[in-house]
């Protein structure tokens, strides 16, 4: 019997490549390998926690379902444990787009053509966008969804090793500021009040470099929301 998951870690699965190795980092209860692994979307799975409770939740899912021939579960910090030649399709969903752009810092090999990366930040996707711009890499697709009332969005990459060039409202809206989805908008209307917070915490500071960027950033978003 098929696990059923919910709409976020279906859309995750969405841009896995078919037939595809794939690396799951913070997989929690293994929901989304399982996934991968029942409706043959994924060849073989590395499944890794930080954490050794979730791994044998993890693992007992896995057994239950009768899925472990095709999903291997690792104690791992990161991509500690994960060795270049491993996987194809890079996941990391529910973290905070700091952490995750230092879980790839720490593992610079990953700056390669062969591998997609399939991104879900929490939070701070400005941070994530950042490193893979400065890191050359191309997103080829943003994609915002809603799951049970919350709402989601994910960053899919891949290296080029061409250094591109984007405004500030990139960084901090993506590609999401231009699609007219209502997930989309509610997502960047969020980080839209999100960026006015920290505008309004600079504020005595009106003529400082922070002020003013955030400034741009506000006036630029509200313009093509408005649009919308």
């Not at 030649?85 to 390669?112: Q, R, S, V, Y």
């Not at 711009?133 to 994910?154: L, S, T």
């Not at 960047?188 to 003013?212: F, N, Q, W």
Request: charge should be negative.
């Amino acid at each position: 019997m098929k696990k059923q998951i919910g709409n976020r870690l279906i859309t995750a699965a969405s841009f896995v490549r078919p037939g595809s190795r794939v690396a799951d980092i913070g997989t929690d209860h293994a929901y989304l390998p399982i996934y991968l692994a029942e409706n043959k979307i994924a060849c073989r799975i590395i499944a890794t926690d930080i954490k050794k409770g979730p791994l044998l939740n993890a693992q007992i899912n896995i057994e239950r379902i009768g899925v472990e021939d095709k999903i291997e579960l690792r104690l791992s910090d990161g991509l500690n444990c994960i060795f270049p030649d491993e996987f194809d399709d890079l996941i990391i969903c529910g973290m905070g787009g700091i952490l995750i752009a230092e879980i790839l810092t720490k593992a610079p090999w990953i700056k390669n053509e062969k591998y997609r990366l399939i991104i879900q930040p929490q939070s701070h996707s400005e941070e994530v966008r950042k490193y893979l711009v400065d890191n050359q890499f191309h997103i080829i697709e943003e994609k915002a969804c809603e799951d049970h009332g919350k709402y989601y969005h994910f960053i899919i990459a891949q290296y080029t090793g061409l250094r591109e060039e984007h405004p500030l409202l990139y960084y901090y809206f993506g590609n999401l500021i231009n699609d007219k989805s209502d997930e989309s908008r509610i997502i960047c209307e969020r980080h839209l009040k999100y960026i006015k917070t920290l505008c309004d915490a600079d504020k005595d500071y009106k003529s400082g470099v922070k002020y003013r960027e955030y400034k741009t950033i506000i006036d630029e978003a509200e313009r093509i929301l408005n649009d919308n």
